[in-house]
């Protein structure tokens, strides 16, 4: 009978501590997903940008005609544009950097200025033993913000 007593003595020391322990989570990690990415309306995530990507910048709207822009984004993460210098644009969306260098033409340097930012071709890369191994262009059509299926071809 004191055998019974002390197991059921124990049992409910168990119980009382699972019951009192509660739950949690574990903290998150290094490899925490981001919630908070910009994504368009009907939910795609937004392209941003990063080191080697091409920039086209475009202006319009002035008096006197403004050359278009073309650079590849440096290794420390710039782009250099007449007149403003330097202007980080890795991990901006294209609409973030044409604010950026809106910001810093508009009233300094013109009073009307209209800026457009667009990426250079996109690429992936195929290897090993595969039909075409090497670089190829994802093309995004003008109906839809997402690329198209570069394994459907």
């Known amino acids: 009978m004191k055998l019974f007593v002390h197991a059921l003595f124990a049992c409910a020391w168990l119980f009382a501590a699972a019951i009192f322990a509660g739950c ?8 925490v997903l981001d919630n908070h990415k910009p994504r368009t309306a009907n939910g795609a995530d937004v392209a941003r940008f990063h080191v080697g990507d091409t920039v086209m910048v475009t202006f319009s709207g002035s008096p006197t005609p403004i050359d278009p822009h073309e650079e590849s984004i440096k290794e420390d993460g710039n782009i250099t544009l007449p007149y403003i210098g330097a202007i980080y644009a890795v991990g901006k969306t294209a609409g973030e950097l044409q604010n950026e260098i809106y910001t810093n033409y508009v009233p300094k340097y013109y009073i009307r200025l209209t800026v457009t930012v667009k990426s250079g071709e996109r690429v992936y890369y195929v290897g090993g033993e595969v039909h075409g191994p090497g670089p190829k262009c994802i093309a995004v059509t003008p109906l839809s913000p997402r690329p198209s299926n570069p394994l459907a071809a």
């Open 24 to 31: 949690s989570s574990p903290s998150p990690g290094p490899f």
